[in-house]
């Protein structure tokens, strides 16, 4: 992980109670729950030991994607779980 990022979890869970000795557990997990990304590293194309000035895009002095983060990791899940217990 880079540094800021964080990772927000949510568990919501609810017993049922069937019979006497038969229940019922209903779990929902969820991370990542507002959908923030994580960015990638950035763009570090720029002047190489070929090309010391860095002219190899159409002679601007660096690469398109240059210290722009142009990658992302992070998504939303769920998760949910049924459990009988007897």
Do not use: W, Y
Not at 23 to 30: E, H, K, M, P, T
Not at 45 to 67: E, H, I, K, M, R
């Amino acid at each position: 992980m880079c540094a800021g990022a964080a990772v927000q979890a949510v568990r919501l869970s609810k017993t049922f109670q069937v019979r006497e000795s038969v229940g019922v557990q209903l779990r929902i997990d969820a991370t990542n729950v507002f959908n923030h990304p994580t960015p990638g590293s950035p763009g570090a194309q720029g002047a190489t030991a070929t090309d010391p000035v860095g002219l190899t895009n159409n002679g601007s002095s660096f690469q398109d994607n240059f210290g722009q983060f142009t990658t992302k990791t992070g998504s939303r899940t769920f998760q949910a779980k049924l459990r009988i217990t007897f």
